[in-house]
């Protein structure tokens, strides 16, 4: 039988903690994939059949952290075209990733954001949800990016190179 990859979308939230920028990351806890349990992830999650990417992301983020999405950077540029019954997005986001081998055939489209609201301590998909300054991310990922979600590692390290911090 012929399967399909899983479109999705995943967030960098950032905020600025004393004139330091720093990003949201989260250890993946599920229960249907308990050999990547503990690793390192930001927030991300299944687009829904007909759901706009941006409000995936805002649900998604709300379900796995308990913030609310304030801003996605590039959402104000995206267009939507509609003719023959159809509607469609047009949107740029920051990054993209696919699993072309592996456990999970799943592609995540990744977007640069801010949320405000009260951070969870865990849910039933993640734990130790933490703001890490970029340059301990950088640190960390220099370290050991093996403790890193895999679908992650290459677009944070493109992050912190946007950022000035690899």
């Not at 249907?32 to 829904?48: Q, V």
């Not at 059949?49 to 995206?78: F, H, P, W």
Request: glycine share 6%.
């Amino acid at each position: 039988m012929e399967q399909f990859s899983k479109p999705g979308v995943g967030g960098i939230i950032e905020r600025i903690i004393n004139d330091v920028p720093y990003i949201l990351i989260q250890e993946r806890y599920k229960n249907d994939a308990p050999l990547e349990n503990g690793m390192i992830e930001i927030p991300a999650g299944k687009i829904r059949e007909y759901e706009n990417v941006y409000d995936c992301l805002r649900r998604e983020i709300k379900e796995e952290t308990g913030l609310d999405v304030v801003e996605i950077k590039g959402e104000a540029e995206s267009t939507v075209y509609e003719a023959n019954g159809y509607q469609v997005l047009n949107y740029e986001p920051f990054s993209c990733s696919q699993n072309i081998k592996g456990y999970y055939p799943i592609m995540v489209h990744v977007f640069i954001c801010k949320a405000e609201g009260t951070l969870l301590k865990k849910t039933n998909e993640t734990q130790n949800l933490k703001w890490v300054s970029l340059a301990e991310l950088s640190e960390q990922l220099k370290r050991n990016d093996h403790q890193f979600y895999p679908m992650h590692v290459l677009t944070l390290q493109k992050y912190l190179k946007l950022r000035n911090y690899q």
